[in-house]
């Protein structure tokens, strides 16, 4: 009988007569369901094993079952449904991981090293067949040195509690933004050196440069047709089918569920009378004024400016915001922010409010929209929003915050025409700038401005497209883990990005030759609703010194969730001459 943790604690099933021959053929029962009959009591013990735990250790010498059981448990749960993805892992060139200098394509470097858990996968559901396509679809070879590179470039800005900071930057213990908006904490940096690169572009003009392999949870439109949600799918998976035949745009990732949760940071100037100064204001060296008819802006703006400041009203819609005693506080604190002398194409709104509280961001974007904002009906029934500004900085902080705040934009540049020009009063008013109309939809109501805010509707979206997947040479990457539960975490414009499995049944075998780092990285890697299952051989380790995997087994033994099977030579199955040869060779004590 196999000698189990004591965290596998489950009584082996009952073996039958035909669990006790030879032959280990699988059988289809009256369903079509698939089943695997054991060769020995052990083998029962392994596979309910595999039922109990998350985590499963199966050792013991060579032919005793474990690559071929594990096998055998990942493809009935991919045929009952209830994984999605196989992952294959070995250590290749034994310890040493230097599959990136070997020539040929992906499936010529590690085709050599994969080939038993290939054969495995061909003896129990053939090589042709309904079995095997859905298996082929599932299956994903992922040595260890390609696992780590799932890897974004270097420069690429990453979203962290404080502001962005370069990818090639990050350190374990820093904080990133996770998936819901809220900070979760990097728990593993693995440079990845120079590597070939994609630039993935998305539907509202967004996007990320990343490796080849780099993870995305990403929804077809057959996965949203049938009801089947996210799945992981890789770089190079999603090039090849980014537009189906009617190019429609195949793939769909979410947005960050939540509010990005900035650090709260003190500020001087009240943030919706500041939006309104970007928005409708003019900032000269000697003056601060507001242009609105809106009385309740005006009311707005003037319970905000600072104390000893008033509104005063020049001519017609003009208004001044001046001092009793000349010493105009305002104009200070918007030199500060160096916005004093910004013209309408060079406003900007300061890092010191982009990067604040929910509350501040939302603040300024209501003063920004309810000068120059207005809402539209979209054809798919959301409340579309519209922002317009001769400022292309300005209307790129508009729609980082509004992705900031669980919001979705994206910008449209409208040249000048003569056309557009038109006369007020007088006055011929000239238009000598493109405009930038953003569009924007936000899961809160943007505008105080009562006329205004009575005009928007619910409006949600949820996600965005791929546009396109193409090749950007090669770059400095980065891979980072993150300790978010869904292992989500966002990079430039709140793109939500990944680089574990979910759903998957992940299969690390020969693991006796890996180091104690390499099982580390494989262990957690895995994400929801998976299961990983280990396998090795200690006595036949290539690494000098104490086997990692013993030290993890010794370390994990306690651990809920987590088991451990090991065969003894007597419970070998494969030929009767093996259990002899171990013994006879076995170090003498």
Avoid at 454 to 468: A, E, T
Wanted: proline share 4%; with cysteine; hydrophobic share 35%.
């Amino acid at each position: 009988m196999a000698r189990t943790s004591k965290t596998t604690s489950t009584r082996a099933p009952r073996v039958t007569r035909a669990a006790k021959e030879e032959s280990s053929r699988k059988q289809p029962t009256g369903n079509g369901s698939f089943h695997i009959e054991f060769k020995n009591q052990a083998q029962g013990l392994a596979w309910a094993a595999f039922k109990q735990h998350d985590v499963l250790f199966l050792t013991g010498p060579a032919g005793t079952g474990k690559t071929h059981l594990a096998c055998a448990f990942a493809i009935e749960q991919i045929l009952t449904k209830e994984k999605k993805r196989i992952i294959m892992t070995r250590p290749v060139v034994e310890a040493g991981e230097s599959l990136g200098f070997l020539p040929g394509t992906f499936e010529e470097k590690i085709d050599p090293y994969m080939m038993p858990m290939y054969d495995c996968m061909d003896k129990l559901v053939g090589k042709e067949g309904p079995w095997r396509d859905k298996i082929n679809y599932a299956m994903e070879a992922a040595p260890l040195a390609y696992m780590r590179g799932r890897a974004i470039i270097n420069t690429e800005l990453i979203p962290t509690p404080t502001g962005m900071k370069p990818m090639g930057s990050i350190q374990v213990g820093d904080l990133v933004i996770g998936s819901d908006g809220y900070p979760t904490k990097v728990i593993g940096v693995f440079p990845q050196g120079t590597k070939p690169v994609f630039e993935v572009k998305f539907s509202d003009k967004t996007k990320s440069v990343c490796s080849g392999d780099h993870l995305w949870n990403t929804m077809t439109l057959n996965e949203k047709r049938h009801g089947k949600g996210y799945t992981t799918k890789n770089t190079f998976e999603i090039k090849e089918n980014v537009k189906n035949k009617h190019n429609q745009k195949v793939h769909r990732i979410p947005i960050v569920s939540g509010v990005v949760q900035f650090e709260s940071q003190h500020i001087k100037i009240d943030p919706y009378l500041l939006g309104v100064l970007l928005g409708d204001g003019h900032i000269r060296k000697g003056a601060v004024r507001i242009t609105s008819v809106d009385e309740e802006i005006l009311t707005e703006c003037e319970q905000r400016i600072p104390v000893g400041l008033k509104l005063k009203k020049r001519t017609g819609c003009d208004y001044a915001i001046v001092s009793e005693n000349k010493n105009n506080q305002l104009l200070k604190m918007l030199y500060e922010l160096e916005l004093v002398g910004s013209k309408s194409n060079t406003k900007f709104i300061p890092e010191i409010y982009k990067f604040n509280s929910a509350e501040v961001r939302l603040s300024v974007l209501q003063g920004l929209l309810d000068t120059d904002g207005w809402i539209c009906k979209h054809r798919s029934g959301n409340c579309r929003i519209q922002y317009c500004s001769t400022s292309k900085q300005l209307a790129d902080d508009v729609m980082f915050v509004v992705r900031s705040l669980g919001g979705h934009a994206y910008c449209n540049k409208r040249e000048f025409d003569e056309k557009d020009d038109h006369q007020y009063k007088e006055h011929i008013i000239r238009h000598v700038n493109p405009s930038y109309v953003v569009d924007i939809v936000m899961p809160v109501n943007p505008f105080k401005l009562d006329r205004k805010a009575k005009q928007y509707g619910d409006s949600k979206i949820s996600v965005k497209l791929i546009s396109s997947v193409e090749e950007a040479g090669e770059a400095e990457c980065t891979c980072i883990q993150v300790e978010a539960k869904d292992h989500l975490y966002l990079t430039n414009d709140f793109i939500v990005t990944h680089n574990t499995f979910d759903d998957a049944i992940c299969i690390f075998d020969e693991a006796q030759n890996a180091s104690m780092m390499q099982l580390k990285l494989f262990m957690t890697r895995f994400g929801e609703n998976s299961k990983l299952i280990i396998t090795g051989d200690p006595s036949q380790s290539d690494l000098a010194g104490r086997v990692a995997l013993v030290d993890v087994m010794t370390r994990l033994h306690s651990v809920d969730g987590i088991g451990i099977v090991e065969f003894k030579p007597s419970q070998i199955v494969r030929h009767p001459l093996i259990s002899k040869i171990i013994e006879k060779l076995e170090p003498q004590s």
